[in-house]
């Protein structure tokens, strides 16, 4: 594989002594209940932490100014952020403190969450100031994966990742992009000691979804450190600031992404295409199409109603961790509502409106039954080729994978106050053109 750079691809470090979880033995099934409220998501000495802590202020009221100067002090040369980085941390900020109902864990998280988007924020503008010419960096044509939360987005973004010819990110690089001497170690360490700090007070947010710094992931943190994304609610409940963020233009958000990208791939230039993967991206194909121009997408749908139920696990799980007013019903009428379930259609009449061969829809169905031949089908669709060695690495990635089996996750429409039959009258239309 011609893929040259400083510091290789996982795909093709599997023989450098990096702490990847690439051997394959069975493990035991882990169980995640049926979500009900927070008291009943996390063990017991999670709930006696914010029971103690109760009404405390740990490290302050959140502030956008506090955080903007630790992460400064932090990153001395860096410089200021950009204005509407700045703007962005506002709104943010100005929702949790209405919305957020932030329990002691959180309101720890959050400082510390903020504090490092910042001075990501700040090291990345730094490094685009110091090397001007990364932003004249010609990037491969990217493919966007599309989709809602939970409708396996995931599973088809990793296996497309197991193609030589596709550049991915491993969540160590978005997380931060930033270059330095030593290279990438420094980011993979920061990052891996923050997952296996998540993974012990919420395990079942792991079963539930998986991450290591090595594997292919989302771009989510390319959005984070500019605190632009509807992502920063799966997290912490900030409806207003979903509100602000979308009356906002998408494409500040998607400049910032590009920037990095260019960032990422300077560093490590390699594939013929660049894959990306964030659910959110389904809900801005305008913004995608008017900064990447030659943009090509692929779209899996899955049956609505485990995909809704599923998202309000998700949604009900990662918040319960940093608030102790999460109750399910809430969550499902919450989402009910929101632009997970207002969005997805207008998505899909939007990329009807592109020419052949810049979308191929597939149903998350075939994919698990076949899932290398429904991929070969999808890029018949967009006018490229799977060849053999591609094939030969999605096929051992599931052999891997089905030795190590995911978490059985119980979740139901009606567990969060929705009704399945309202959900399939919604999306009859959507549901009747999938065959879902």
């Not at 998408?250 to 964030?278: C, E, M, N, S």
């Not at 121009?293 to 899955?302: E, L, M, N, T, Y």
């Not at 669709?381 to 119980?410: C, F, Q, V, W």
Request: hydrophobic fraction near 40%.
């Amino acid at each position: 594989m011609n893929r040259e750079s400083t510091h290789p691809p996982i795909s093709v470090a599997l023989d450098l002594p990096l702490p990847a979880p690439i051997a394959a033995r069975p493990r035991r099934e882990r169980l995640v209940p049926q979500f009900t409220h927070a008291d009943d998501s996390h063990s017991w000495w999670v709930r006696a932490i914010n029971t103690i802590g109760g009404e405390l202020e740990p490290v302050g009221r959140p502030s956008s100014d506090i955080w903007w100067e630790r992460a400064q002090r932090q990153n001395p040369n860096a410089g200021d952020p950009t204005p509407d980085t700045r703007d962005a941390l506002d709104a943010f900020t100005r929702s949790l403190n209405e919305d957020a109902a932030l329990n002691f864990i959180g309101k720890i998280a959050a400082w510390l969450d903020c504090t490092r988007m910042a001075s990501t924020h700040l090291r990345v503008e730094q490094a685009l100031r110091r090397k001007p010419e990364v932003v004249h960096t010609r990037l491969p044509t990217p493919l966007f994966v599309l989709g809602l939360f939970r409708s396996g987005t995931t599973i088809l973004h990793r296996l497309l990742g197991e193609d030589p010819d596709n550049r991915t990110l491993p969540h160590w690089e978005s997380f931060d992009p930033t270059p330095r001497p030593e290279g990438p170690a420094r980011a993979q360490g920061t990052l891996s000691r923050f997952l296996k700090m998540a993974d012990i007070l919420s395990p079942n947010i792991k079963a539930i979804h998986p991450m290591d710094a090595f594997q292919t992931d989302e771009c989510r943190g390319m959005f984070t450190n500019v605190f632009r994304t509807p992502q920063l609610n799966v997290q912490y409940r900030v409806n207003g600031y979903v509100d602000w963020l979308f009356e906002q233009d998408a494409t500040i958000a998607y400049r910032h992404h590009r920037r990095q990208l260019q960032l990422a791939y300077h560093q490590r230039p390699y594939g013929k295409r660049f894959v990306l993967k964030d659910p959110t991206h389904t809900f801005f194909v305008d913004a995608i199409l008017e900064v990447f121009p030659d943009a090509r997408f692929v779209f899996i749908h899955r049956d609505p109603v485990d995909t809704l139920s599923s998202i309000c696990s998700l949604y009900a799980y990662a918040r319960s961790v940093f608030s102790s007013d999460v109750h399910a019903n809430a969550v499902g009428a919450e989402l009910w509502s929101s632009y997970l379930v207002q969005g997805l259609e207008p998505a899909v009449q939007r990329v009807d409106q592109l020419p052949a061969g810049r979308v191929a829809h597939l149903r998350a169905p075939d994919l698990a039954r076949d899932p290398v031949g429904t991929i070969a089908s999808a890029y018949h669709t967009l006018g490229m080729s799977l060849g053999g060695e591609a094939r030969h690495a999605m096929s051992e990635y599931m052999i891997r994978k089905r030795l190590r089996p995911g978490a059985r996750h119980l979740h139901s429409a009606e567990g969060f106050g929705l009704d399945p039959r309202a959900i399939r009258d919604r999306f009859s239309s959507y549901c009747q053109r999938f065959d879902l």
